[in-house]
């Protein structure tokens, strides 16, 4: 089990809903950043984002919790398709602004750590030798033509060969994620984050090393607290100025 788990959660914005979400267990946890929906009428949902990152978080949690032995992906998959029939007969879900979201998963299970990464919410390593590997899926960088992106270019490519992919409607995306495991032994302890926090690496300059260090010493406020900090001061590269974020920290054990 992990020796310790804390996280916050900080919405970007106090006139909106935050859409990220955070659920942990004695040995597995998730972080949910939900997608959201471009300006204007549709979208196809009568719920919005914060309803599936909710209802996503949930089907997971139950699955990781009742079945410890079956895959990551696996249980994405079947989170998904929960979600998807969630929707009833209301949503029109083929329509290219329907609800998504990024998914990160860490599960302890012996000497392995399990993950599971979705869309650009990454998960980092701690090792105790001090330094940091993260596993950060890319894809929604590498489109073609560089940010800003065009909206009918994301709508076009989200959940498409040589696009990017996240949970939402399809549940063939579970398996297209960057999943592994590595030596929990080796590990001082593991971050999962939103890109709102991965900023402080992504944008302004701050090792993995660094991230982790903070996160594990002074917990997950004072490491939002610096992004804050550095979104007033530099400003966001792109986009919005603040975005929700979510940092989480799962300890682990000693090895004798």
Known sequence: MFTRVSYAIRAGSAGRP?????????????????????PG??????????????RLG???AAGLSARPQTGLAELLSDAVTAVTAAHGGACDLDDPDS???????????????????LGDSPVAFLRRDGTAEVVADDR??????????????VRR???????????????????QALAGAVDARELAGVGLF?????RLAD??????????????????????????????????????????????????????
């Open 157 to 175: 490519l989200r959940n498409a060969p040589g696009g990017f992919w996240v949970a939402g409607n399809r549940p063939e995306a579970a398996g």
């Open 99 to 117: 609800p998504s979201a990024t998914v990160c998963v860490v599960r302890l299970s012996g000497d392995r750590l399990h993950y599971l990464v």
């Open 203 to 256: 944008w302004y300059g701050w090792s993995w090393e660094s991230v982790l260090t903070r996160l594990a010493g002074e917990g997950p406020e004072a490491l939002i607290a610096a992004v804050r900090e550095l979104e007033r001061t530099r400003g966001p590269v792109w986009g919005k100025l603040h975005d929700d974020a979510t940092a989480l920290w799962c300890g682990l054990p000693d090895v004798p």
């Open 140 to 153: 929604l960088e590498r489109l073609p033509g560089g940010r800003p992106y065009p909206l009918e270019l």
């Open 58 to 60: 949930g089907a997971l």
């Open 41 to 54: 009428p549709g979208g196809g949902c009568v719920h919005g984002v914060a309803w599936l990152a909710a």
């Open 194 to 198: 939103t890109d709102g926090v991965a």
């Open 18 to 38: 935050c859409e990220d979400l955070a659920v942990a267990g004695p040995s597995w946890a998730v972080v949910i950043d939900g997608a959201t929906a471009p």
